[in-house]
C-alpha cells in the first residue's frame, strides 16, 4: 500500500492564480481530511470528507473548495490565490465506523507559497 | 468546543537526559487523546493513541503518555532521549461523541531540540 499520496510537493503561485492539491488513499478509507499547518499554529481542518459524494466545512475553508468523486480521491482547490495561503497543506484519511476512529493516516505535505 | 494547549512552544533538552512535553486538553465530552512527531520537512507520524483502559500508553521510540483525567491532561515523556528524537510533537484529541466527524484538534506543538 502507498498509504496516503500528495501531489505536488513544492509550489510557488502568484497572487490570483488557482491551482489543485491532489490526495489519494489506497486504503479503502472513508474519511478524508486537508489540514493546513501554519508555523507555530499546529495543524487546522480546513474540509472533510465522510464518503464519495459527501463533503463539508472545517475551521478554515475560506478560499478553497473541495470535491469527493471516488473513495480514493480528495483534491483541495484554491480559486484566487492569496499570500494567506501560504501555508503547508496536509492530507489524512482514516475509517470511521459507528463513532469509533481509527488512526489517521497523513500524506507527506504540499509546501505552498504564494508571492 | 474542544482545545488543546501544549505548555510549551520549545524544549532544550541534552542527550540521554529524560524529556516530558505537557498536554492538556478542555472538552465538554470525552475525547480521544494522540501524540504526532513531525521530524523536518516531514509528515506526521503516529506516536502513541490513548482510546481506552490502561491510562498509561506506550507508544513507537520508547515515548510513554499517561491520561489524567480529572487533570485533563496527557503528558509525553521519555526517559532518555537521543538526537534523533529532535523534531516537533503535536498533541491532538478527537471528540468522542455519535457526531463526531473524527477530525483531529491539535495542539500548536512543542519543539524538541537534543544537544550532544
Known amino acids: 500500500n502507498a498509504g496516503v499520496t500528495q501531489t505536488p510537493k513544492f509550489r510557488i503561485l502568484k497572487i490570483g492564480q488557482s491551482m489543485t492539491l491532489q490526495c489519494t488513499q489506497d486504503?479503502?478509507?472513508?474519511?478524508m481530511y486537508w489540514y493546513r499547518q501554519d508555523p507555530g499554529m499546529g495543524l487546522k481542518l480546513i474540509y472533510y470528507?465522510?464518503?464519495?459524494?459527501?463533503?463539508d466545512k472545517g475551521e478554515v475553508p475560506n478560499g478553497y473548495n473541495v470535491s469527493r468523486s471516488t473513495t480514493e480521491d480528495f483534491p483541495l482547490r484554491l480559486e484566487l490565490a492569496a499570500p494567506s495561503q501560504t501555508s503547508v497543506y496536509f492530507c489524512?484519511?482514516?475509517?470511521?465506523?459507528?463513532?469509533?476512529?481509527?488512526?489517521?493516516?497523513f500524506g507527506p505535505g504540499t509546501r505552498l507559497t504564494v508571492t | 468546543a474542544q482545545s488543546v494547549t501544549q505548555l510549551d512552544s520549545q524544549v532544550p533538552v541534552f542527550e540521554e537526559a529524560p524529556v516530558e512535553l505537557r498536554c492538556n486538553y478542555s472538552?465538554?465530552?470525552?475525547?480521544?487523546l494522540f501524540w504526532y512527531v513531525q521530524y523536518p520537512n516531514q509528515g506526521l507520524q503516529l506516536l502513541l493513541k490513548?482510546?481506552?483502559?490502561?491510562?498509561l500508553v506506550k507508544g513507537i521510540n520508547g515515548f510513554e503518555a499517561e491520561f489524567n483525567k480529572s487533570q485533563t491532561s496527557f503528558h509525553l515523556r521519555k526517559p532518555s532521549v537521543h538526537i534523533s528524537d529532535t523534531a516537533e510533537y503535536f498533541c491532538?484529541?478527537?471528540?468522542?461523541?455519535?457526531?463526531?466527524?473524527?477530525?483531529?484538534?491539535f495542539g500548536k506543538g512543542t519543539k524538541l531540540s537534543v544537544k550532544p
Open positions: 489524512a484519511s482514516t475509517f470511521l465506523r459507528q463513532g469509533v476512529t481509527y488512526e489517521q493516516y
Open positions: 486504503m479503502n478509507h472513508n474519511y
Open positions: 470528507s465522510v464518503g464519495a459524494g459527501i463533503t
Open positions: 472538552s465538554s465530552v470525552s475525547v480521544y
Open positions: 490513548y482510546l481506552s483502559g490502561s491510562t
Open positions: 491532538a484529541v478527537i471528540p468522542n461523541y455519535g457526531g463526531s466527524q473524527g477530525n483531529l484538534i
